[in-house]
């Protein structure tokens, strides 16, 4: 089976760097996701890597180290409006994804 | 249409009346899934469809649910004799292929009186 962990909250302070978490635990791997979700709204696709090494789009970077089964999302220059959960999602064997329970991340001014 | 679209975007209804809701996926789009979220928690996995493949109905919580997917494209999720516990928004998503980074609609929240 599949499994994730992710921390359920993280808190920060606006203009700040906050990084999250995801172990995993797949049988056969093709690639870990991120996604973000406001309350209220749908989860929004954020990032994918399929392959070891940073993916950096914008002010979020995603990180994967499959030999640890590993990864993180990086937020940099943290606006009011990430305060949002963000949730991580591993690709196996299965075809059907397995979500983590969710990060939510809380930003302060 | 550029995105997921789903309908309709808000359901109320009686406990004990069957409901549809309708999922139309991003064009192209080979794989459908079907989730539902209850208040502050996860995504709880409900169905998905490859192509013209047999659905993995494997996340159904009972036989009371059931989906379509016709031509490929558009998706019916069907829930009968709703119960106060289907209460929940449920929301749909597709992707290139299977095992690849998934777009989600908007969602339908479900309310059952």
């Known amino acids: 089976g599949q499994s994730l962990e992710q921390p359920s909250e993280v808190t920060a302070v606006e203009g700040a760097i906050v990084q999250i978490n995801c172990t995993y635990q797949t049988s056969g791997f093709y690639g870990l996701s991120w996604y973000q979700q406001h309350d209220g709204g749908a989860p929004t696709f954020l990032s994918y890597?399929?392959?070891?090494g940073l993916e950096e789009t914008g002010r979020f970077s995603s990180f994967l180290s499959r030999s640890d089964s590993y990864g993180y999302l990086l937020l940099q220059e943290l606006q009011m409006k990430d305060s949002a959960s963000y949730f991580c999602a591993v690709s196996g064997g299965s075809y059907i994804p397995t979500f983590g329970r969710g990060t939510s991340l809380i930003v302060h001014p | 249409g550029a995105g997921v679209s789903q309908s309709p975007s808000n359901k109320v209804t009686e406990k004990g009346k069957d409901v549809e809701l309708r999922c139309d996926p991003i064009s192209g789009h080979t794989a459908l899934y079907w989730y539902r979220q209850s208040l502050g928690q996860g995504l709880e996995f409900l169905i998905y469809f490859q192509g013209n493949s047999a659905p993995d109905k494997s996340g159904l919580p009972s036989d009371r649910f059931s989906a379509e997917r016709t031509g490929g494209s558009v998706s019916t999720l069907t829930i009968q004799r709703t119960q106060q516990e289907d209460s929940a928004v449920y929301l749909c998503a597709s992707s290139s292929y299977s095992n690849q980074p998934q777009h989600f609609g908007d969602g339908t929240r479900l309310s059952i009186l």
């Open positions: 890597n399929a392959l070891d």
